[in-house]
């Protein structure tokens, strides 16, 4: 179960990473996989990742 | 008709009436359930539209971290309380089908609460939740048997 969710989240991480990157379609993309409710906790993320890219990693 | 088939008839009758009862404000229980889902996906669609939109310009804005964390403050505390409030609205139709409504009297305080949290964070972020909220704090707060004190000490 654990290696299968690991397998999982390797599949996502560059979709991830595109959508950290501001691109617009990676994000939609995200949206569409994740559950209704959880769209709020992926700008949550991108603002996490954003502020990171400015301020640098605390 | 003998009396005791009188009493039968109306036994049943009876019975007929609670199963009725019991029916309709379990299917009630379970309307209100569905309405409260529907209104946390409101809620987190609109908060999530919000964020996207104001993101770089708060980016541009803020000159240290704590600054931005600061300002992006309000939307995270409702993505908090989505979380919570879906989480309580599963637990609460998980409850609904194991024990009826009884169990639902008892957690339905703490979905209350969750769902009121929710409410009042998204105001202080500047979203308005849709009008059935309304409907769903009524009748939660009419079946509750207690308020939430879970967590509290």
């Known amino acids: 179960m654990i290696r299968i969710i690991g397998v999982l989240l390797e599949a996502l991480g560059p979709t991830i990473q595109r959508a950290i ?7 939609e993309r995200l949206k569409n996989i994740l559950p209704q409710t959880y769209h709020s906790t992926l700008e949550r993320a991108l603002d996490e990742a954003a502020a990171d890219a400015k301020f640098g990693t605390p | ?35 409260g889902a529907r209104v ?5 669609r609109a908060n ?35 979380r919570a409030a879906d989480g309580i609205l599963r637990a609460s139709e998980a409850v609904l089908d194991a024990t009826g409504m009884e169990g639902l009297r008892a957690i339905a305080g703490c979905t209350l609460q969750a769902i009121g949290h929710l409410v009042d964070a998204a105001e202080a972020a500047g979203i308005r939740a849709p009008p059935e909220v309304q409907t769903v704090l009524g009748f939660l707060a009419a079946t509750a048997d207690d308020e939430c004190t879970r967590g509290e000490s």
């Open chain 2, 48 to 82: 999530a539209a919000r964020m996207a939109e104001t993101r770089a310009a708060d980016l541009e804005a803020a000159e240290t971290r704590e600054a931005f964390d600061a300002t992006r403050a309000p939307y995270w505390r409702v993505e908090e309380a989505i």
């Open chain 2, 40 to 44: 946390v996906v409101e809620l987190d």
């Open chain 1, 21 to 27: 990157r501001g691109d617009q379609q990676a994000r």
């Open chain 2, 1 to 35: 008709m003998s009396e005791s088939r009188l009493v039968k008839s109306c036994l049943v009758v009876l019975a007929l009436a609670a199963v009725g009862c019991g029916h309709g404000a379990e299917g009630a229980a379970r309307t209100t359930l569905a309405t």
